[in-house]
């Protein structure tokens, strides 16, 4: 399964950590790959601030060997269809992650172009929804 993170994720622990945490993104991850091994799944993560560098990984999963894909795209959830398109066209089950409820934020962050072309789409359990994703494994990918 591979992660995918978009745009300021990378700051994750210093960003807004009443709203974020205060985990890093490889504190999580390392916490994601443990359970990921406990139940036999390889786990591969990225994180970029470019729409094409993510456009790119998930366009390319499939032929590296990932059954499915986990992304939080943050901005890039409410307008990018270029995003949009390549999970759309990845031909593997996605899905969206987000660490707050962007259904209860600004009015803005309310909209995401991602969720009709993913699988499944969580919001709003912090750092548990990365867990989450990976423990829905057996349901998406059957």
Do not use: C
Not at 61 to 84: D, K, M, W
Not at 87 to 114: D, K, W
């Amino acid at each position: 399964m591979l992660f995918l993170f978009g745009p300021n994720l990378g700051a994750l622990g210093l960003r807004d950590p009443e709203a974020y945490g205060g985990e890093t993104l490889p504190e999580l991850m390392g916490a994601v790959e443990e359970r990921g091994r406990d139940l036999g799944h390889e786990i591969g993560w990225r994180q970029s601030d470019h729409e094409g560098d993510l456009a790119g990984w998930l366009l390319g999963a499939a032929s590296e060997g990932f059954g499915a894909v986990v992304i939080n795209p943050g901005a890039l959830t409410h307008y990018s269809y270029a995003l949009r398109d390549a999970v759309e066209a990845s031909g593997l089950p996605v899905i969206e992650v987000h660490m707050t409820n962007i259904y209860a934020r600004e009015e803005f962050r309310r909209h995401s172009v991602i969720s009709p072309v993913a699988r499944a789409t969580i919001a709003g359990l912090g750092a548990g929804g990365y867990h989450l994703a990976l423990e829905s494994l057996q349901w998406i990918t059957s």
